[in-house]
């Protein structure tokens, strides 16, 4: 099939031997690749009850059918494996210029299985797979393993690393991609550390045919001429992703105070604004992409002035700034770069401070921490990774460290993942996608507050949201399989997404056929949960969401979520 290469390369780390196999017309067609793909092979080959770190656990790189052509948004690729942070489904994405060296290689997939007997880095060509030694980067941080990698591989690679969090199996781990992108979600980076596995680099040139590139050539002026006429194609050039502090303050649903709030009084010191006036900032793209939404900054003043990342954005101003109350955009940046050398998610890592300094706050636990601590912070983040003292029991999740701090619906997860930045008792909706999010309490895999944000739909609405979620939802599935940027979801809409199918595969579907593969594809990341023990009992919200007021008045009753549930699984039922 045009679009695809129509092959999996499996590679073996108990015996480092590697083979190609072919994937079926029939499987590509009903998959769409990426998403679909990888689901589909998890179903197939992971075994029921697999344990996360285990060597039986099988880990899943995956690109789509328009990676490597030149549609918008389009240099993404994907990771998938169970959860060690949920012990169900698991899912990573990430953008940048290591997709097309993926899928460059000339396959579609790459299967990991197996542990090496000794830490080892994969390098990955048009060849096949080379092994190399890797226990001289035993332990150390993720900017010089990538350095040491990429020294030693084809030029013009890529890679992707873990740090010491990944080596030493930490359930918010992080998988680093040129540096400061980041696999972030679902603790990836521990599946590659307990397989023995530092890194991965591939250096792929290869492009696939597509079906009919003129079709894609007429897309592409299509999502531009939307771009260019959208007011927030200007707001991610200039602002970038930081622009959301404020709109989300505005609303009083910016997470703040460990999720008691919805309002950050000092939020100014942590916006996009802020970062303009005080940051060096360049706008840098994933090509091909007009968005140019991620900063290049580097900090100008404070004891951290010199410090050059990428960000941060706002997931990690939230996670790390609004959750801690740190009002110095600088120590998130700081903390941010922390975080990235030693392979932690940002998100879980944020809430996780949280959570400690609500549980040293009720006297559960001996070590001290208040809000607007950057140093306690970066001292706990190094105890998570190293696996030191308290540290222990937060490198195996949130979900082992409320028992073991005896702060049982204190805890704000779904699943065992954390919660993007949106308080879902203002922008109901995101409610409703954090809890029925197969991965956890996501905020991606509609990005609903989107519509609840822009008018779209009325935030407090309960009652007949679920069909609008969904529409977002299966657009949002249907990216993931291509593999495209959530970004373009203003600009790539059901007629964008039929004419990038057709063009790329040549398979021609109605937007009614399409939204019964992504509702497919949906159901079986959620029959894979049922599979691994987590029912619809784990459908649900944090206590404090349900029985708990922000202190700004905002309020999710159970039953409210119930009828958005309801709703959302009688339609998926039928679809």
Known sequence: MKGFWGKLLVINLDDQKCHYETISDEVLKNSLGGKGLGIHLLMERNPVGVDPLSSDNIFVIATGPATTTNVWGRNRFAVFSKSPATGGYGESYCGGNLAPKIKGCGFDAVILKGKASALVYLVIDENGVQ????????????????????????????????????ENLVACSAIKVERWRSLGRGGMGAVLGAKNVKGISFSGTKKNEVHDSGLLKKLGKIILEKGQQSPVTEKYQTLGTPMQVEVLNTRKAFPTRYWHKGYFEKWKNISSIYMQENFEIKSVACPPCFLRCTKRSKLKKGRHAGLEIEGPEFETIYAIGGLNELDSLEEVAWLNDLCDKLGIDTMSAGNLAGFVTEASLAGKIDFKMGYNEPDTMAKLFKMIAKREGIGDILARGIKVAEKEFDMQGKAIHVKGLEPGGFEPRVLKGMGLSFATSPRGACHLRGTFYKAELSGQIDPGQIKGKAKLHIDYEDRATLFDCMILCRFYRDFILWDELRMLVEGTTGLKFTKEELEVVANKITNQTREYNVREGL?????TLPERFLKEATEEGATLSESDLKIMIGEYNQIRKNL
């Open 131 to 166: 092994f190399k030694d890797a226990r001289m980067l035993r332990g150390k941080m993720t900017d010089e393993a990538e350095d040491h990698i990429l020294e030693n591989s084809p030029k013009g690679a890529g890679s992707m690393v873990i740090g010491p969090a990944g």
């Open 535 to 539: 029912g619809s009992e784990t459908d």
